[in-house]
């Protein structure tokens, strides 16, 4: 509204910001942004502001690369690393084509129609996702895999280099308006794990994009490099992003039932089972890149089985103790190379079949799956999570509800970004494969 715009107008000029960040998401997850002087405020809040959509990984063909940016109001904030007398401040925008429609190739769009299909029903779709990284040092300017620092699991170490960075990054996002849960650090040495609290699953995805660009600036200016690769170790934990879901009716929480066995739902038991119905075609969006691959393995508290559990932490499913408003699944194979919109987005269009179909989960599984044959899986009826990208990849095509879910724009895009990462992927030569030939043959 006019009001809406003017009073932002105002505020904008109140915080003394010399530049607008206009900020949106391409199809690999990636943050772009377009920036504008101040004077160019107002124009950019009523009517948009046009940039070239052509050279946006997975966005457009040429002959259709005029693209408008809305800034989303409810997104502003400044960029607390700017220093004052030079704020800069960001919106997260809509794109939309010349013509005035939304972009079908634009993730956030791709989330707010699975949210309003899901609101259809009443329905609003809450996440909250467990961000895990790794500080590396830097070497002349290059980022490594070398520690920071050494320390384990909830280790109150002495102050060290990382601990310092990881409260600057909380400082940080606090001041971008987060309600930090928790931070600890985590199993492997240098893993940290910061956990904000849930809100709606869109502006959840708009937050997990502002809380990786913000650890890497923060970690960068103090000469770290914050990464959120999968598995940037061989033989250590990777890094995830469990994803703890719920659905809200009229503000109360539809997961919760005092009355039923384990206090949880038939709503919850149904998106239970359409989550691990399309747990298959979900991975290739929760888990898009090929090292994401190298942590769905056995032995490190990452899923490779598709079962669920109320307890057990080798599932891909879990259901956390807490109840009451706090009642929710922890989906624990997403990682934090995910693009948050596509995989929320997949999630919520499993989870909203299962609801609607009164999809039965199978019974959940108690003991530790990693431990049992492939005998006893295969007759407790447990499936395996794609082993690769390319066999990921291929669940998605065969699944037409997440399919459908994505849209015929998004996934071409996928499947050729796919194809040329699988292909290049593929045919190199990795240093394993001279490891363990060049001698012998
Ligand atoms: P874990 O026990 O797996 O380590 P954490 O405590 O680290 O879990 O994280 C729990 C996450 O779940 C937080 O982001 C929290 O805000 C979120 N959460 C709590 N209640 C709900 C809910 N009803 N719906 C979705 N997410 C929720
Ligand atoms: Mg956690
Ligand atoms: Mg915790
Ligand atoms: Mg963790
Ligand atoms: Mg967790």
Redesign the pocket.
Known sequence: SRDATSAMLERIEQDNVRFLRLQFTDLLGMPKNVAIPIKQAEKALTGGIGFDGSSIEGFVRIEESDMILKPDLSTYTLLPWQPEDYAEARFICDVYKASGRPFEGDPRYVLRRAMEDAAKDGFVF?????LEFFLFKMIDGRPTTRFQDVGGYFDLAPTDLAEDVRREIILALTEMGFEI??SHHEVAESQH?I????SDALHTADNVITFKFAAKTIALMRGLHASFMAKPIHGICGSGM?T???L?KDGV?A?FDPDAPIQISETCLHFIGGLLKHARAITRLANPTINSYKRLVPGYEAPCYVSWSASNRSALV?V?A?RG????V?FRSPDPTCNPYLAFAAMLAAGMDGVRNKIEPPNGVDKNIYQMTSAERGYAGIDTLPCDLYEAHQALLADDLICEALGPHVLEALTSVTNAEWDAYRTAVHPWELDRYLATY
């Open positions: 809450n996440t909250g996702p467990e849960e928790a794990e956990d904000f609290k849930y469990h703890n879901c719920s809200a929480n997961f879990r956390p807490p408003n706090s009642t929710r922890e």
